[in-house]
């Protein structure tokens, strides 16, 4: 394949990771990362339809083997693309339950999506992303995906509030270290529900009451787009009538 | 003049303000505020040479009557603009003083400039910025700039900290009531030395060590610019080298 | 009077100032301020009455002028005795209104009252407690006492988080700069309805659910007990009930 | 053994957790749990010198079954002791690292001693301090500790960082599940150097630099005798001339 610069976008599903991809994939061959082939076929499949690049890697961004042989895949595959962005998007973890039901499996659900997931993927993005630091028309961008959950530790949500704080935590200690290396790591606090098809189901009393995919997205490019003299750390996102 | 829709910068110098007012020109019939004419002239001579329209209407944000006069002013000028965004960027009562040495005025003037300042200027644009609803291609805007002082008090700096506190106060408790009624309220966190005439002779050890006024002028009309969906309230912008 | 070590509480009505002059009377002589005598003449009644040593003096905390004259009078009455505690208390400024409705008057009374306040306050109570470092038992402490509006801007409530966002600031830039000298600045953010005549009708599903002003004063003698290793700067105080 | 109310302490070194069990140990029964004997068998036989009563478990905090059989062993021990209190103190995961040397296991250490311990410890504990509620003096109390780290992802820090901001995402969780049920679930950030064996070799410029493991016990059972009227959630502990 050509040696245009990539985005590797971990945790695409029908929501916030297929507009990820589709918005990147615009300027960027795209690699599309989900456990489930089924999630990331059919954006893989339009994105080519619409004359973009695309490829997906089944990938458990919670186990390490599974997330090397990926970056090892897309090496051979991208020998000479430099990595413009990487999106870390795993929605893993969620789950709401009185505590003492929990189980230690259940309890580490979000710690091993979120907190180890976003390691494995953060160890093999950031050494790409350094070295494309001149090769690319903006800054090598690392974006995590947050959520009400990554501040507020709300009742029977321990679960995905362990491990979405814990995922702040190494989105703020990656941003102190390789910031002043000139990689751009953010992170999004997604303070709402967001416009799927799963949420289809969820009615509000007044319009527009649900993120969109495609804004959110076009947040990530914004971010990705800045320059180093001013770079955004956190960026809270939530629709307007939402109660915060 | 034209019905062009309108933007209300409170707040231009020679930086900052002035890229905003620039980046807004592009679209937008832009009205400058500042003290001093000498402040905001060069910007609309500026803005009216490369074919945008803009006014600059000499106003002391702290000053109510001050405020009041300019907004009638405005309303005659443009009678049948629409009010797209309204930012405010003054900065009044920035000072590091050792507590017991300031007296009230001193330790007053982040409070007059910032919070009294924010509450006239958001009293006068959000009624126009509600009827504005229906008439613009974006949700209508409101803006406030900080600092590093909005989130942390640091020691010799109780008069600036205790200002711009304030200020993010009112911008949540606005963004929380006028959100809901599809006004798109913000908070920036400007976190660094911006590049300006004033700091050309802070040194760094590494070069785009300090924040480009244009660069937060995009931040800014990036936030304009996105859908009722998905608002963020509040985006921090620093160098990548800054230490926080 | 005696040169027995000192407390001044500013705002001192039926509630938590009372609880706190109770508190802080077991050990020293205590100094009530209140616009209204009748806010604190039964206290200072109760206080005699038990045997400790109290007096009230009519203050409005947010003019400069009635401060300086409330801290000469102190200085004449406890020519000798070290200023142990002071503690910043006061309400005024609650409210809740759409911001629209408000006036400057009314946004700005938060700010008068707290804000400019607190700073009037710090200004005389900072020198006697800086200098009575050696003479006490435990180190010379100002705390001030912030509400659930200290952290959080909420609709509606633009004129009280200004003031308590503002008098949060102040605390913190005071806790850096004055904290090295010896000094132990707190913040407390009450959070919740406080047991007192005036909530008597307000009715919870739980009993307890109401904070006890009595408990608030045990906190900042806590506080004011604590060793200079061992400073705590915030705590937050709410009913075991309380939703946040 | 005796039916006195007692006090679990787990992660009992020479420093914090041994301070802490000594100030609980005036009042109660108290269980050390630390991975290795020689951390707590001093602690104990001091304890019990003094005419207290102290037993200690050698617990690995990180391994379920670890600390299953701790508990089971205590309720055997103690059949009809109330759980009074129940602190999590250990210090596993600290570790300074550039971010790209750190393999999994090491990345992995914090979450496991902080979260998965947290977790593993408050499973146990919560239905013990739930059944306690009406047995003791105090409203039942569970305590973790948390760091800088708990707040501030640094650089280099990723590991400790997400271990401690998930710890405080659990007890943020517990408290607001379990405070209304009536048990007081507290979080405190030790914020600096602790005065122990193993920093004897840090020195400041000014004495008192570090904070004193005996006032943080002190703060540990203040916080355990707060009302459920007037419950502190996070306090934050560190010396007067700290930098923060």
Redesign the interface.
């Known amino acids: 394949m050509s040696s245009k610069a990539l985005a590797i976008i971990a945790g695409v599903g029908p929501g916030t990771g297929a507009s990820i991809a589709r918005r990147f994939a615009k300027s960027y061959s795209v690699v599309l990362l989900a456990r489930n082939p089924a999630s990331y076929d059919p954006v893989v499949q339009e994105i080519k339809a619409s004359g973009g690049q695309a490829i997906g890697i089944s990938t458990d961004v919670a186990d390490?083997n599974s997330v090397n042989s990926t970056f090892d895949q897309i090496a051979k595959q991208f020998p000479s693309s430099p990595l413009a962005a990487a999106i870390f998007n795993p929605s893993g973890g969620f789950s709401k339950k009185?505590?003492?039901e929990?189980n230690?499996e259940e309890?580490?659900q979000a710690?091993e999506f979120q907190?180890?997931g976003g390691?494995?993927f953060?160890?093999r993005t950031?050494?790409l992303l350094l070295e494309a630091k001149d090769k690319i028309s903006y800054?090598p961008t690392l974006i995590f995906t947050g959520a009400t959950?990554s501040v507020?530790?709300?009742?029977?949500?321990?679960t995905f509030?362990?491990?979405?704080?814990?995922?702040?935590?190494?989105?703020?200690?990656?941003a102190?270290?390789?910031?002043?290396q000139?990689v751009?790591v953010s992170h999004s606090i997604i303070d709402g529900v967001i416009?799927i098809a799963r949420t289809k189901g969820y009615t509000f009393e007044?319009e527009?009451?649900?993120?969109?995919p495609d804004?959110?997205a076009?947040?990530y490019w914004?971010l990705h787009t800045?320059?180093?003299?001013?770079?955004?750390?956190?960026?809270?996102?939530?629709?307007?009538?939402?109660?915060?």
């Open positions: 390490g009185p505590f003492l929990l230690e309890f580490s710690l907190a180890k390691f494995h953060a160890r950031l050494p800054p959950a507020k530790g709300s009742a029977q949500f321990a509030a362990t491990g979405k704080f814990a995922l702040r935590a190494l989105a703020q200690s990656l102190r270290e390789f910031g002043p000139g751009h416009d007044h527009d009451a649900k993120l969109s804004a959110i076009d947040s914004y800045q320059p180093r003299t001013t770079f955004a750390f956190e960026l809270d996102l939530r629709p307007y009538i939402e109660k915060w």
